[in-house]
Every structure is written in C-alpha cells, then in structure tokens.
C-alpha cells in the first residue's frame, strides 16, 4: 500500500509541472477569446483560437491536444484528492 501511495504522489509531482503550461494556456486564450466576441472582434483574434485547440504554427495537435488536457486535468485532480485524503486521515488520528 506505501509503494502505491508513493507511486501516485511520484506520478504527480512529475506530471504537475508538465500540465501546468498547456493548461494555463487554454485557459488564457479560451478567455481572452472570449472577450474578444463579446467586443466584436473575434475576427481579428483567430489565432487566439488555434492555440486554444492545439495548433502551433506547423505543430498540429487538435486531434489530441483537448484529450491529452482533459487526462491529465483528471490525473492531477485524482492523485491530488487521494494525498489529500490520505494527510486527512492522519490529522484526524492525531485528533483522538
């Protein structure tokens, strides 16, 4: 049971600062998008869009660039959680 617990606290202390750019990335420029239709002028910022989706200039990751976001979005959130739960259980022993 340690081993696992170390596994997924390894596996997330190496994923976290990899994830950590595309991340902000698609969060920065789905919102700065978004305010450009709201000013009217989506149009002119297109290419906020493209990076939004995974297209970097000749690099073309569309196809998988929501999906590999989307995992480890939910690889992150679900190692993150069970650390969590696991100090938890510490502190409530250390509370009886």
Sequence with gaps: MATIKARLRHFHYI???????????????????????????????????????????SINLELIYPFLNAFGVLFLAVTGIMMW???????RKLHR
């Design 15 to 57: 994923l976290a600062p990899i994830m950590f750019l595309p991340i902000l990335l698609t969060a920065i420029t789905g919102s700065l998008f978004q305010i450009a239709v709201i000013t009217g002028k989506s149009e002119d910022f297109l290419w906020l869009l493209d990076l939004h989706r995974g297209k970097f200039g």
């Design 85 to 91: 739960l696991q100090i938890n259980k510490k502190l």
